[in-house]
């Protein structure tokens, strides 16, 4: 059974840094691109960052370009994500998922590339 399983949210004032971490068991993440998304109160889930299966392309949402950074431990079986300057807008639910598709050449940002969602990690930031 494949289960990706989120961790590192919680409350950090605005300007702060968080680092959230997705770990997978039932999976071999190191054969799919990996993606970070976020849902916020009332809003749809929207892309935050991905990444190719060796780690080397990188693709990340305009409002987090800069703050944020995606990397993989594949040995770990782990993706993170490093938040820095961390905005109220940010607040959010975040959740990783993995590409549907074993032979992906291209990043994609679009969440219905993506499948096996994981439960998500609360990050609250406040202002």
């Known amino acids: 059974q494949v289960q990706l399983v989120e961790s590192g949210g919680g409350l950090v004032q605005a300007g702060g840094s968080l680092r959230l971490s997705c770990t997978a068991s039932?999976?071999?993440?190191?054969?799919?691109?990996m993606g970070w998304f976020r849902q916020a109160p009332g809003k749809e889930r929207e892309f935050v960052a991905a990444l190719n299966r060796g780690g080397v392309n990188t693709r990340y949402a305009d409002s987090v370009k800069g703050r944020f950074t995606i990397s993989r431990d594949n040995a770990k079986n782990t993706v993170y994500l490093q938040m820095t300057g961390l905005k109220p807008e940010d607040t959010a639910v975040y959740y990783c998922?993995?590409?549907?598709?074993?032979?992906?050449?291209?990043?994609?940002?679009?969440?219905?590339?993506?499948?096996?969602w994981g439960q998500g990690t609360q990050v609250t930031v406040s202002s």
């Open positions: 039932g999976l071999t993440i190191s054969n799919y691109f």
């Open positions: 998922a993995r590409d549907r598709s074993p032979i992906r050449a291209i990043v994609q940002a679009s969440s219905t590339a993506y499948t096996d």
